[in-house]
Structure formats: C-alpha cells, structure tokens
DNA sequence: CGTATACATTACATTATTATAATATTCGAA
DNA sequence: TTCGAATATTATAATAATGTAATGTATACG
C-alpha cells in the first residue's frame, strides 16, 4: 500500500533521495539558490548562473515536471518560483549548513 | 584559487550538490539513518536494510572513500560510524523535513 | 507580414551509476 | 591448518544522467 510504503523507512527513503537526487547538481542546486531570492525568468537565470538557455530550459522543465517549481508567463519573459514548500525549506537547511559558518 | 571558489555560490553549489548526491540513493540515505542511532555492523545494516552484502559494502566503501563514514575492526566485526558532522546535521534536517510531520 | 526576442523541445554521443554475481580477504575457533 | 563467518573487492551488463547542438514555438513590435 502507498502509505505504508511511505510510512516505512524505506518508503521515506526513497521519496527522500528522489528530492535529493533532483537537487544534486550544480546548475539546479543554483538555479533553486537563486529563485529563494524570487521569482526569476529564465534569461535572469541564465545571467545569473553563467550557463546555456538550453540547460537551464531543460532543467527547469524537469524541475516543474517534478512539481518542484511553477511558472507563468508575463508578455515574452516566463517567471519561475519554488513551488514545492519541502524544496524551500530544504534550501534553507543546506543553507544553515553549508553557508554560514 | 581554492577558497575564493568555495566562498562563491558556483563553488559552495558543487561541493553541496557532491553531498547531496552522495546521499540521494535509497540505500545510502537508510544506510545514514541506522548509522545516526549508533555504529552498527556491516550484517546489522545488511538485516536493517535488507539488501545485499556487496550492495552495502561497496557503498560504505565509497561513503568511507568520501570520509563520510568512518569505521573500526572488533575481533570478526567491523563497526561503521558517520564521521562527517555536516553529514549528520544534514540527516537531522532531513528527518526534520521529511519525518515530522 | 516579417523579424527579433525569449523560451522550449528533440536528438544524441558521452559519461556515470546501479545491481548483480563471482571471487578474495581477514580473523577466530576448533 | 582448516573451516566458517564477516567483510571486501572486482568485473560487468544494464540503465540513467549529462552536455551540446540543432531546431521549434510563442509573443510583441514595427
């Protein structure tokens, strides 16, 4: 039963290290960084993290597949926010950890 | 330079995302888990996670590789320990997360 | 309409990760 | 010294993730 499975720790685990999984990677990990700081379109994204429309577009798309983040479109810029509460505050977590001491 | 590349964002994401990924894996993260209420066996995680001796060896192996996990022999018995204490905050973050509530 | 800008999608070669099986080592007890 | 339990290592086939290039689509504006 999914519940159970969920309740279990192996259940835990696994939906865990898929969220993990999606947030282990240089780019997305920035790209998430940045959008904690608001939402951003895609070209600020790619100022902002010094890399290819095409690999930003494409992570995005995973990342919104995986109901990570949200988008909408304003006239030609389409903004993209955190959507999922869970990311955020894992942001947040990692953020304590790895850059404030 | 190494430390100016630390302290940006591009180098504090990559070295977070190696973490990340090192424990995005169902089995690592329980592996991690077990190890956070004591040092425990390779045949007690074996039982805890049920999964495969080799699966659980070549995985502390790396883990240990990455000084995340450390260990020590007594008699036949060779006892695991997380050693990394940002791996341990991190567990606690997690299980703050994604176990409490 | 045609053009430029912003973004999305597809395709694909390269590399990394995984699970599994088989074999090796280490150490204590008989 | 031989045996078995506990752990480690090696090899490898299957799968997944990555980066890059090329092409497609949507929207505003002249």
Known sequence: MRTQNVNSLLGRCESTALLLKALAHPLRLQILCHLTGGEKTVS???????????AISQ????MKADDMVASRRDDR?????????????????????????
């Open 44 to 54: 600020d994204l790619e100022r902002l993290c010094s890399a290819s429309q095409s």
């Open 59 to 62: 992570f995005l798309a995973r």
């Open 77 to 101: 810029f389409v903004y993209y926010r955190i959507s999922d509460p869970q990311v955020s505050q894992l942001i947040g977590a990692l953020h304590k950890i790895f850059c404030h001491d």
